[in-house]
């Protein structure tokens, strides 16, 4: 009895002694954790499924910027701070309980929230907690800690503006759009609702550029994007997605009837003029339009049509804007596989020459001829220099092609220099825009012995579009060395009559399509004696291209026109049977 009563006191001293040790423990725990809680960056949360209890360390009160007395955060309360948008599903909150469904298998979750400071600011939180669950898997509790990412996010947003926008503009730029719209595009609309993109292109900019210094294209920039925002409304997308190219992505509504006028519009916005300090500039912009879902139902898909569509705006003679549709896709392969073609058509002789005579009407002789470029494949058998020329212009071929055209043009110039003819050669825009272009001329000039006069190189407006003084320099440089200089397909273009003054040029080639209907055309007809009498006056020749009939040729004759060109003295002939025309009778002409 005795010892059992001492082994009792025994054991109850132990266990007495395990409690105090125990207690003990805790407290030091306590004390720890309270240091802990208060010494950590970051705050501490803990809350218990049971009572709903929420409890966060004095931490975040610092963080926040509230007081203990102001605002409780060890409540449900606490809750209400959480960001709209960063809670999931118009439930509670996202931050300690709904993103417990992302954890991983050992109970561990972390996700990132706004809280609402006392300055009514927001801080940003990366969320990291733990959920406890008892033996039938029950939620028992979840703790975890309160990151302040605030900082990072800036950063990260820094980056993405870096990365998503451009910095001259402010617009997003083609990463946003690939990255951010790709998507959305499917994600939003239902299908009967129509979105247009539009792909703006500024016609010319890089003469702009190299002109002038980048100040003023930089500037440019900046006001087109000015004007684009201008036509967007809340739900459109503007973008600058390349140098000089834009998109506008709108909706049009369940019609397609808007699309147009909102095309319209665009080309529109740039007729006024651009101001820069005391200058004042002018440009024009090309827009093709791809319509979602109809020409096609994503973002990459939109805009590959889109840009095929503003380069067949571009084709059709820039400051203009066109559609998307099928036939544009095999015309863009039909060009490639042409292209391809091409390449080897200079080495395998494929191109050859003719030859069409323009006839002086005061004489009833022929004063020279044209060089008409002409292609015989084996693969698309005889084929138009109206469709090839353009293939050859896009990618760069053009300049072997119009070296080969000059050489055999001034050589037969020089075959002939006897007669004292003149042998005129067409020249792309892309070939006078050649630094080394006056040079090669000129040597190749030399080389063949030509006379003066002996050869003419006939531009068309285009190729004064885009530099014009650089390039009224180069012109000015070939007449100079002898050669003419004659501007052809005049008023089809932009340009003014009084433009033609300023300009080197010896004769004016006025367009076929004013002569189509001369004889009943009262204002094609003023526009033929403008032309001729403005030419008079300041010493141009003029000659008269596509006369066909008998009835124009008369009153093209009647009326001063000294020179003609077309199938009614002769079409385009190689150049044996052009020679042989020189012997020909013109009488049936009276
Ligand atoms: P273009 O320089 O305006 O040439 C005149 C075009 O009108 C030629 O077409 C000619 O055959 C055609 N033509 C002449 N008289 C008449 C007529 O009475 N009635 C009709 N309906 N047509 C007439 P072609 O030979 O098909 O050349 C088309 C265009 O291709 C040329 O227009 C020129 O821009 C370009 N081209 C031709 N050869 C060359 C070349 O060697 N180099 C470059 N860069 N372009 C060329
Ligand atoms: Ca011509
Ligand atoms: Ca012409």
């Not at 595009?185 to 002109?211: C, E, G, M, T, W």
Request: include cysteine.
């Amino acid at each position: 009895m005795q010892t059992d009563f001492a082994q009792i006191e025994l054991a109850l001293r132990e266990s007495h002694h395990a409690l105090r040790q125990a207690r003990q423990e805790t407290k030091d725990m306590v004390e720890r954790y309270l240091l802990l809680t208060e010494s950590a960056q970051d705050a501490l949360w803990d809350w218990d499924a049971a009572s709903g209890r929420i409890f966060v360390s004095d931490r975040l009160y610092d963080m926040l910027g509230y007081s203990k007395e102001e605002y409780d955060l060890c409540s449900a309360d606490l809750l209400k701070l959480i960001h709209p948008d960063d809670k999931e599903n118009g439930t509670d909150g996202s931050l300690f309980f709904e993103s417990c469904e992302k954890e991983n298998n050992r109970g561990n979750f972390c996700n990132e929230s706004r809280l609402k400071m006392r300055s009514d600011e927001y801080k940003w939180f990366l969320v990291r907690g733990k959920t406890i669950y008892d033996d039938e898997g029950y939620v028992i509790r979840r703790a975890g800690s309160l990151t302040d990412i605030t900082e990072r996010k800036l950063y990260e947003e820094e980056i993405r503006q870096l990365a998503y926008f451009d910095s001259l503009t402010g617009l997003p730029n083609r990463t946003y759009v690939m990255h951010e719209m790709m998507s959305s595009v499917q994600r939003r609309l239902p299908n009967s609702q129509y979105r247009a993109l539009f792909f703006i292109d500024i016609d010319n900019f890089k003469n702009i550029n190299d002109h002038y210094n980048h100040t003023v294209g930089d500037n440019m920039l900046q006001e087109v994007a000015r004007r684009l925002k201008l036509l967007s409304g809340p739900d459109t997308i503007l973008a600058r997605i390349g140098g000089d190219e834009f998109i506008l992505f709108q909706s049009v509504g369940d019609s397609l009837a808007y699309v147009d006028g909102l095309a319209e519009s665009i080309i529109q916005m740039f007729a006024e003029p651009f101001y820069y300090g005391d200058n004042q500039y002018y440009i024009t912009v090309s827009t093709g339009v791809a319509v979602y879902p109809r020409d096609g139902d994503n973002m990459e898909v939109l805009m590959k049509h889109s840009e095929m569509a503003m380069y067949q705006a571009k084709n059709s003679g820039k400051n203009t804007y066109s559609f998307f549709n099928r036939q544009l896709v095999e015309l863009m392969s039909e060009r490639v596989e042409m292209d391809n073609h091409l390449r080897n058509a200079i080495r395998n002789h494929e191109f050859h020459l003719h030859y069409q005579p323009q006839f002086d009407v005061l004489t009833g002789a022929i004063k020279g001829f044209e060089a008409l470029l002409r292609w015989n494949s084996p693969v698309y058998g005889s084929v138009s220099p109206a469709r090839f020329i353009p293939v050859a212009e896009e990618s760069g071929l053009i300049i072997e092609l119009g070296q080969w055209v000059m050489d055999e043009v001034f050589a037969f110039a020089a075959s002939i220099s006897h007669l004292g003819l003149c042998v005129s050669c067409n020249i792309s825009a892309i070939q006078l825009q050649q630094s080394y272009f006056v040079e090669e001329v000129t040597a190749l000039f030399d080389h063949y012995e030509l006379k003066r006069g002996s050869v003419a190189l006939e531009i068309t407006e285009s190729c004064l579009l885009d530099s014009f003084e650089l390039s009224s320099q180069k012109l000015a440089s070939l007449q100079n060395h002898g050669l003419l200089i004659y501007l052809d397909d005049f008023g089809t273009g932009y340009s003014s009559l009084t433009y033609l003054k300023k300009l080197p040029i010896n004769v004016v080639k006025i367009d076929k399509s004013f002569i189509d209907e001369i004889v009943e055309n009262v204002t094609d007809r003023r526009i033929v004696q403008a032309i001729v009498s403005l030419a008079r006056e300041i010493g141009l020749d003029v000659v008269v291209e596509g006369v066909e009939t008998k009835p124009q040729y008369h009153y093209l004759s009647e009326s001063q026109c000294q020179y003609v060109q077309g199938y009614l003295i002769s079409r385009p002939v190689p150049e044996d049977e052009a020679l042989a025309l020189l012997d020909q009778n013109f009488d049936y002409l009276k």
